[in-house]
């Protein structure tokens, strides 16, 4: 059973930049897909980003392309989500994800499809302007 666990979320105004971390505890394989999702009242929670641990190149929503950088820290056992020039529309509960499988994505990587054995709790994001 893989245990997810995030933080760094908090309250930022338009502009600023925040880094959220999963820490993962009670892997089994050496490799997962690792993904980043959002989710606010009343919507869908959103794939965000996406990374497969074997040097994959990540995947990004459209949304955040250029402002949000996907990494992992296989040492700590710690995904990261670095968020720059963050907006009003940014603002959600963050959750990671972690699955054994590759990740797996819609023609042209256009969406992220894995579905996702292991979640963590979230992390809030508030983005005033």
């Known amino acids: 059973q893989v245990h997810l666990v995030e933080s760094g979320g908090g309250s930022v105004q338009a502009g600023g930049s925040l880094r959220l971390s999963c820490v993962a505890s009670?892997?089994?394989?050496?490799?997962?897909?690792m993904a980043w999702f959002r989710q606010v009242p009343g919507k869908e929670r959103e794939a965000v980003a996406s990374v497969y641990t074997n040097g994959e190149k990540p995947w990004y929503t459209e949304s955040v392309k250029g402002r949000f950088t996907i990494s992992e820290d296989s040492a700590k056992d710690t995904l990261y989500l670095q968020m720059n020039n963050l907006k009003p529309e940014d603002s959600a509960m963050y959750s990671c994800?972690?699955?054994?499988?590759?990740?797996?994505?819609?023609?042209?990587?256009?969406?992220?499809?894995?579905?996702?054995?292991?979640w963590g709790q979230g992390t809030r994001v508030t983005v005033s302007s």
């Open positions: 994800a972690a699955d054994p499988l590759t990740c797996t994505y819609s023609s042209a990587r256009r969406r992220l499809l894995s579905d996702f054995a292991y």
């Open positions: 009670g892997k089994v394989y050496n490799s997962y897909c």
